[in-house]
Nanobody
Framework: QVRLVESGGGSVQAGGSLRLSCAAS????????MGWFRQAPGKERERVAI????????YYADSVKGRFTISQDNAENTMYLQMNSVKPEDTAIYYC????????????????????WGQGTQVTVSS
């Protein structure tokens, strides 16, 4: 049974930093992806950052490129999202997700290509 638990959300002023963590248990798909998604009120869930550790591939949405960094600590089965220079438009619920699909499908695909989700953690950025 795969279980994902996020932590690290909270309130921060614009220009500040936050680090989100996702502790994974039971996840053993080495040729697949994990990632961070977010959903703001009234908006669709969107991809923020994806990681395929098998080939050290990372994807970032244009809106966060250069500000956010996704990483994994395989020894601790934990994924991170370092958020720097945050903006009010980064305000959303952030979800950790894991896939069993072949890496190309989850690396390039939507939330539909992810099987397991965490409960979400709120990030609020004030101006």
């Amino acid at each position: 049974q795969v279980r994902l638990v996020e932590s690290g959300g909270g309130s921060v002023q614009a220009g500040g930093s936050l680090r989100l963590s996702c502790a994974a248990s039971g996840y053993t798909y080495s040729r697949s992806c994990m990632g961070w998604f977010r959903q703001a009120p009234g908006k669709e869930r969107e991809r923020v950052a994806i990681i395929y550790s098998g080939e050290r591939r990372t994807y970032y949405a244009d809106s966060v490129k250069g500000r956010f960094t996704i990483s994994q600590d395989n020894a601790e089965n934990t994924m991170y999202l370092q958020m720097n220079s945050v903006k009010p438009e980064d305000t959303a619920i952030y979800y950790c997700a894991a896939s069993s699909f072949f890496w190309y499908n989850c690396y390039t695909g939507s939330a539909n290509n992810y099987n397991w989700w965490g409960q979400g953690t709120q990030v609020t950025v004030s101006s």
